[in-house]
């Protein structure tokens, strides 16, 4: 069984920071990819950025330069860095990974962490 656990979510005024971080719990093997998704009201879920287990990364392109993405193999953990935060990043984030368990390989996901950008 893998659990994915989100935090660092909440309410921040335009222009601000936050730090969202995910870990991943269990019969863990390894850990290929590791992203970050969100999904506003109305809205499809997108993919905001990507990194790879050697640290290759990618971003939506309204989120370049603004966020960061890193992870920690050792403990499993993936981050977002937000800066600069404006209103339409505003949605639930979800962390998103594609685990190892023995031969077995499954994309696995957290419950999601409420981001709010307004003044």
Same mark, same amino acid.
């Given at each position: 069984?893998?659990?994915?656990?989100?935090?660092?979510? +909440?309410?921040?005024?335009?222009? +601000?920071?936050?730090?969202?971080?995910?870990?991943?719990?269990?019969?863990?093997?390894? %850990?290929?990819?590791?992203?970050?998704?969100?999904?506003?009201?109305?809205?499809?879920?997108?993919?905001?950025?990507?990194?790879?287990?050697?640290?290759?990364?990618? $971003?939506l392109?309204?989120?370049? +330069?603004?966020?960061?993405i890193? &992870?920690?193999?050792?403990?499993?953990?993936?981050?977002l860095?937000?800066?600069?935060?404006?209103?339409?990043?505003?949605?639930? $984030?979800?962390?998103n990974?594609? %685990?190892? &368990?023995?031969?077995? $390989?499954?994309? $696995?996901?957290?419950? +999601?962490?409420?981001?709010?950008?307004?003044?």
């Amino acid at each position: 069984q893998v659990q994915l656990v989100e935090s660092g979510g +909440g309410l921040v005024q335009p222009g +601000g920071s936050l730090r969202l971080s995910c870990a991943a719990s269990g019969s863990i093997s390894s %850990i290929n990819h590791m992203d970050w998704y969100r999904q506003a009201p109305g809205k499809q879920r997108e993919l905001v950025a990507t990194v790879s287990r050697s640290g290759s990364t990618n $971003y939506l392109d309204s989120v370049k +330069g603004r966020f960061t993405i890193s &992870r920690d193999n050792a403990k499993n953990t993936v981050y977002l860095q937000m800066n600069s935060l404006k209103p339409e990043d505003t949605a639930v $984030y979800y962390c998103n990974a594609g %685990i190892y &368990r023995g031969t077995f $390989y499954g994309d $696995y996901w957290g419950q +999601g962490t409420q981001v709010t950008v307004s003044s």
